[in-house]
């Protein structure tokens, strides 16, 4: 256990009053204030080597746990935190944990739940900000162009994850017709890659299937590049010398540079990732949670979850 993570627990301890009454009157109180107590976490995080979480973290729980004890409470705490030296907390602190172990557990459970809700809160605010970049014209839709729900997929066409999610898509646009997929050049694990999506984007502009074309590609062995990419489109009736002729343009340049620009935007590093409602779900998750979003969509605008009936 990293000493910070012992630090953050005794200071939650005895703010809590959990143990802050032993601690109390084993040692004479003294006058402090919360400025005193941050300072001794600020002294405590010095010693510690790589801690998990930052001085400003420590200090924002030290923040909020204060702001809801009662005064009493608050005095008799900070009087003890002030007064116990580290040579006296460690046992104490050791003690405390082994015949309470279980704190470890609700600590990061509790610390996993806000973390979750931060980000979510986070990128629900960066979808906002890009919405215009995140459904756009360029894009390849699939399923219901009119559909009530949109999902957003970025891909790469080398990507072993999104050629294993494809079944995913596939049940998706069977069974809900009313549902709106967007597919999101986003080539980044190769040149290849990026070959490939400089083709696909013109399929995509010649009003050809580019399911069948997607399909195709993701059911090639190999490397998928710009010969793969320009032999599946010559099975579409395209002509790959006009289309290798093409992979230059600035045109095609500017969709694959809005995709990552996009990504920058959302903080977004691999593929699949979705996008849906309010929410950015990363890599190939099972198909129910795809589904439990566009449902949540439907039932209250929120990927997330719709608030508990009262």
């Known amino acids: ?37 941050e300072a001794i976490v600020d002294a405590r995080l010095a010693q510690a080597p790589k801690p ?29 935190i002030a007064s116990l030296d580290p040579k006296t907390l460690d046992p104490m602190i050791e003690t405390y944990l082994m015949n309470n172990p279980t704190v470890l557990t609700r600590m990061s459970d509790a610390l996993d739940k806000q973390n979750k809700a931060d980000e979510a809160a986070k990128n629900k605010a960066a979808i906002a900000q890009n919405s215009a970049a995140i459904y756009d014209a360029n894009d390849v ?11 957003v997929e970025m891909f790469d066409y080398n990507c072993t994850y999104c050629r294993g999610a494809l079944p995913n898509l596939a049940t998706l646009l069977s069974t809900d017709k009313n549902l709106k997929v967007e597919l999101k050049q986003f080539p980044i694990l190769s040149q290849g890659s990026v070959e490939a ?13 580019y399911w069948a074309f997607h399909q195709a590609l993701y059911s090639s062995r190999g490397e998928v590049d710009a010969g793969a990419a320009l032999d599946e489109a010559k099975t579409l ?67 997330l979850g719709c608030p508990a009936k009262g």
């Open 237 to 303: 009736g395209l002509d790959p010398d006009k289309l290798k002729a093409g992979m230059d343009g600035d045109d095609v340049a500017s969709v694959i540079q809005k995709s990552y620009d996009l990504a920058k935007a959302l903080n977004v590093t691999g593929t699949p990732t979705y996008i849906i409602g309010d929410e950015i779900i990363p890599g190939a998750v099972p198909l129910d949670q795809l589904q439990a979003a566009i449902a949540n969509m439907r039932a209250c605008g929120s990927a």
């Open 197 to 209: 999506a400089k083709v696909a984007v013109q399929v995509a502009r010649s009003g050809k299937d």
């Open 52 to 80: 998990a979480l930052d001085t400003d973290g420590v200090k924002s729980i030290v923040t909020q746990m204060l702001a809801a004890a009662d005064e009493k409470t608050k005095q008799n705490s900070v009087a003890t």
């Open 1 to 37: 256990m990293r000493r910070l993570e012992i630090a953050v627990l005794f200071v939650l301890g005895v703010v809590g009053g959990a143990v802050g009454s032993a601690w109390y009157y084993h040692q004479a109180p003294v006058a402090t204030d919360k400025a005193a107590v």
């Open 141 to 151: 839709v699939l399923g219901n162009p009119k559909g009530d729900v949109t999902l």
